[in-house]
């Protein structure tokens, strides 16, 4: 059970204002799955939005408990046909449900952020306001959906993913082998370390550096997505998709491929198994898992886009990455590489730029409410270092669905104005 | 809220011989037993057969949901079907059931009954309501009960013999036991963990 914290070094820090351009951050932690399951986020967050190993089963199950879903589902769904229909079948539509209420949960921050260079103060609060769908429709049928209704003084920048997931394809016979998920979804090349589940404010470089204005590894894609756990250690991901990031009609036929393979060592397998099974769901200490992750990736794209001179050009490009996740008692080691090549990235003479991001993590558990986090990252473009960061950060969980953060943004690479950025956030969701 | 009848549990008293009359007790584990009991059975008993009970128990529809939503009941057993419902039902079975059947619709305060010849479980569906669920399990002995959350069950009066145990599910299933009963004593009987169906 955590303990409340005292309001007093909370607000010191809040009060500490400073001015940033805030990057909008993405959630995937989910009421709408504590009020069906009647449980705590923790049961599957180290902190929101950051996924504990049965957390990350959970979203691999398509949002369904591995070890007998129904066995704790607390908020009864609606049937769209009682199970005996499946013996009806062909003659019958399969029998499914919707869920019991509607699976709406909001996510809400307000920041303070200071902007060292220009010394730039600012209440930015609320600085975003993101509802979240996400349930199942029936048995190895789940959906997700995040849709930003405001984000620095914007209304409505509009949706940022949603698809539906059907899970455990021929079942019987493959197990968890085979996943189909359709929609507007991250990639799941960065499974290893996903941007929605990140603690930091600061996307990781590798996650978020572009190249070319079309692509970046974090953004969502519409498309289909094969993946699965053919066997508790091990997954993969076969990915086809439009390209083009999240905000761009697709303006050509060209389609992007990806493919993932990654191997779990230790700690719960990959399909949930050696998880809890008993009565009730486990909602204390649950960032402890032992385990080395190791996860490479590769990505295929092209990207048509138009230069100053409006004239369209096509740009194939690459990233190939490996990904590292090592967990010890309380302790977290994240690392991650990723290599690009692109071939036209701005159609002037700058053609066939190599560039190579990598970040180093290191996040603790102090206390189950309070975790720190240190991330070191660099970026290099044709062999020559372009990036090099630094982002602190003190995470503190005043409840299971309030957290309190403080970030720096430090850029040690640059001559002058090392510190860019501090940013103190209030994050909670309901 | 599931009930399963008794009639199993009396014709068990009934045909037990007195004293010499042993328990079968034992457990299934898995967890979604706690959301939908199983019906523990003595399989069929070579050379023997049993009287179905002249009264016919009754399967109800009220607030658009069968009660009980499981009933166990003897080979031969002649079942009536309750319409004590404000609105029509159509019950029938499944096309894979053992017995098939398709009661038509009918209106509030009629009974229709159906004969139950053969073993095994019988899926009711109501064609008007889709998420109306119940099933029918012949079994064929009196030796039979209903596990409890923790899917413990008790088969009490069952003559000294060497049985086979099986269940019935809807969602689990395992293999038949072997159980070995005394008289005046209690067998104890240990499923390994039963696979979704």
Same mark, same amino acid.
């Given at each position: 059970?955590?303990?409340?914290?005292?309001?007093?070094?909370?607000?010191?820090?809040?009060?500490?204002?400073?001015?940033?351009?805030?990057?909008?951050?993405?959630?995937?932690?989910?009421?709408?799955?504590?009020?069906?399951?009647?449980?705590?986020?923790?049961?599957?967050?180290?902190?929101?939005?950051?996924?504990?190993?049965?957390?990350?089963?959970?979203?691999?199950?398509?949002?369904?408990?591995?070890?007998?879903?129904?066995?704790?589902?607390?908020?009864?769904?609606?049937?769209?046909?009682?199970?005996?229909?499946?013996?009806?079948?062909?003659?019958?539509?399969?029998?499914?449900?919707?869920?019991?209420?509607?699976?709406?949960?909001?996510?809400?921050?307000?920041?303070?952020?200071?902007?060292?260079?220009?010394?730039? !103060?600012?209440?930015?609060?609320?600085?975003?306001?993101?509802?979240?769908?996400?349930?199942?429709?029936?048995?190895?049928?789940?959906?997700?959906?995040?849709?930003?209704?405001?984000?620095?003084?914007?209304?409505?920048?509009?949706?940022?993913?949603?698809?539906?997931?059907?899970?455990?394809?021929?079942?019987?016979?493959?197990? !968890?082998?085979?996943?189909?998920?359709?929609?507007?979804?991250?990639?799941?090349?960065?499974?290893?370390?996903?941007?929605?589940?990140?603690?930091?404010?600061?996307?990781?470089?590798?996650?978020?550096?572009?190249?070319?204005?079309?692509?970046?590894?974090?953004?969502?894609?519409?498309?289909?997505?094969?993946?699965?756990?053919?066997?508790?250690?091990?997954?993969?991901?076969?990915?086809?998709?439009?390209?083009?990031?999240?905000?761009?009609?697709?303006?050509?036929?060209?389609?992007?491929?990806?493919?993932?393979?990654?191997?779990?060592?230790?700690?719960?397998?990959?399909?949930?198994?050696?998880?809890?099974?008993?009565?009730?769901?486990?909602?204390?200490?649950?960032?402890?898992?032992?385990?080395?992750?190791?996860?490479?990736?590769?990505?295929? %794209?092209?990207?048509?886009?138009?230069?100053?001179?409006?004239?369209?050009?096509?740009?194939?490009?690459?990233?190939?990455?490996?990904?590292?996740?090592?967990?010890? %008692?309380?302790?977290?080691?994240?690392?991650?590489?990723?290599? %690009?090549?692109?071939?036209?990235?701005?159609?002037?003479?700058?053609?066939?730029?190599?560039?190579?991001?990598?970040?180093?993590?290191?996040?603790?558990?102090?206390?189950?409410?309070?975790?720190?986090?240190?991330?070191?990252?660099?970026?290099?473009?044709?062999?020559?270092?372009?990036?090099?960061?630094?982002?602190?950060?003190?995470?503190?969980?005043?409840?299971?669905?309030?957290?309190?953060?403080?970030?720096?943004?430090?850029?040690?690479?640059?001559?002058?104005?090392?510190?860019?950025?501090?940013?103190?956030?209030?994050?909670?969701?309901? | 809220?599931?009930?399963?009848?008794? +009639?199993?549990?009396?014709?068990?008293?009934?045909?037990?011989?007195?004293?010499?009359?042993?328990?079968?007790?034992?457990?299934?584990?898995?967890?979604?037993?706690?959301?939908?009991?199983?019906?523990?059975?003595?399989? *069929?008993?070579?050379?023997?057969?049993?009287?179905?009970?002249?009264?016919?128990?009754?399967?109800?529809?009220?607030?658009?949901?069968?009660?009980?939503?499981?009933?166990?009941?003897? *080979?031969?057993?002649?079942?009536?079907?309750?319409?004590?419902?404000?609105?029509?039902?159509?019950?029938?079975?499944?096309? *894979?059931?053992?017995?098939?059947?398709?009661?038509?619709?009918?209106?509030?305060?009629?009974?229709?009954?159906?004969?139950?010849? *053969?073993?095994?479980?019988?899926?009711?569906?109501?064609?008007?309501?889709?998420?109306?669920?119940?099933?029918?399990?012949?079994?064929?002995?009196?030796?039979?009960?209903?596990?409890?959350?923790? &899917?413990?069950?008790?088969? &009490?009066?069952?003559?000294? &013999?060497?049985?086979?145990?099986?269940?019935?599910?809807?969602?689990? +299933?395992?293999?038949?036991?072997?159980?070995?009963?005394?008289?005046?004593?209690?067998?104890?009987?240990?499923?390994?963990?039963?696979?979704?169906?």
């Amino acid at each position: 059970m955590l303990r409340a914290v005292k309001p007093t070094l909370l607000v010191v820090g809040a009060l500490t204002t400073i001015l940033l351009d805030g990057l909008a951050r993405e959630a995937a932690a989910i009421p709408a799955f504590a009020r069906k399951y009647r449980t705590s986020c923790t049961t599957c967050h180290v902190a929101i939005p950051k996924r504990n190993a049965f957390g990350e089963a959970f979203r691999r199950n398509g949002y369904q408990i591995p070890a007998g879903d129904e066995r704790y589902i607390k908020e009864e769904p609606v049937s769209l046909g009682a199970e005996a229909w499946k013996e009806m079948w062909p003659d019958a539509i399969w029998p499914g449900a919707i869920p019991g209420t509607f699976p709406l949960a909001a996510y809400v921050h307000q920041r303070f952020v200071f902007d060292g260079p220009t010394d730039d !103060k600012e209440f930015d609060a609320p600085h975003e306001l993101e509802l979240l769908f996400g349930n199942t429709l029936g048995r190895n049928v789940g959906f997700f959906g995040e849709w930003v209704a405001y984000e620095k003084g914007v209304n409505a920048p509009g949706l940022k993913r949603f698809f539906i997931q059907f899970s455990n394809l021929f079942e019987k016979r493959l197990g !968890k082998a085979v996943s189909l998920r359709v929609g507007r979804f991250e990639p799941g090349i960065a499974d290893g370390y996903k941007d929605a589940d990140r603690i930091t404010m600061e996307h990781p470089i590798t996650l978020d550096y572009r190249v070319t204005s079309a692509f970046r590894v974090r953004d969502a894609q519409s498309g289909v997505e094969l993946a699965g756990v053919p066997h508790r250690r091990f997954e993969y991901v076969l990915g086809l998709v439009n390209g083009q990031g999240v905000s761009v009609n697709d303006p050509d036929n060209d389609k992007d491929v990806y493919a993932r393979a990654g191997f779990k060592f230790g700690g719960m397998g990959l399909d949930g198994s050696g998880g809890p099974e008993g009565e009730e769901l486990v909602i204390a200490n649950n960032y402890v898992d032992n385990s080395v992750m190791l996860g490479f990736y590769g990505y295929w %794209g092209v990207a048509t886009q138009t230069d100053s001179n409006r004239v369209a050009f096509r740009n194939e490009f690459r990233r190939f990455g490996v990904d590292a996740r090592v967990n010890f %008692g309380r302790n977290y080691l994240l690392a991650g590489v990723v290599r %690009g090549r692109d071939d036209n990235p701005s159609n002037t003479s700058a053609r066939d730029v190599d560039s190579t991001a990598w970040f180093v993590e290191m996040d603790r558990v102090f206390k189950p409410w309070i975790i720190g986090v240190v991330r070191y990252e660099r970026l290099e473009i044709d062999g020559k270092p372009d990036l090099t960061q630094v982002v602190p950060n003190l995470t503190l969980l005043a409840r299971a669905n309030i957290r309190f953060t403080l970030e720096a943004f430090l850029q040690p690479s640059l001559d002058e104005d090392k510190f860019r950025t501090f940013k103190a956030n209030v994050l909670f969701v309901f | 809220m599931t009930r399963i009848l008794a +009639a199993g549990a009396l014709a068990a008293l009934l045909a037990a011989t007195g004293p010499e009359a042993g328990t079968i007790q034992g457990r299934i584990s898995h967890p979604l037993l706690a959301r939908w009991p199983a019906t523990v059975f003595v399989e *069929k008993i070579p050379g023997r057969d049993f009287a179905p009970p002249a009264e016919h128990p009754v399967v109800d529809q009220k607030d658009l949901v069968f009660i009980p939503h499981v009933l166990a009941v003897i *080979k031969g057993t002649t079942v009536d079907f309750r319409n004590s419902d404000s609105v029509k039902h159509n019950i029938f079975s499944s096309r *894979k059931s053992p017995t098939v059947f398709n009661l038509g619709a009918y209106s509030s305060g009629v009974v229709r009954s159906v004969t139950f010849d *053969k073993p095994g479980a019988v899926s009711l569906l109501c064609n008007v309501h889709a998420e109306m669920s119940a099933y029918v399990v012949v079994v064929e002995t009196p030796y039979f009960a209903q596990t409890d959350r923790e &899917g413990r069950f008790t088969i &009490g009066g069952v003559p000294p &013999g060497s049985y086979r145990l099986a269940f019935w599910h809807e969602t689990v +299933a395992s293999d038949p036991q072997p159980v070995v009963v005394e008289g005046g004593k209690v067998a104890t009987v240990a499923w390994p963990q039963p696979k979704r169906k």
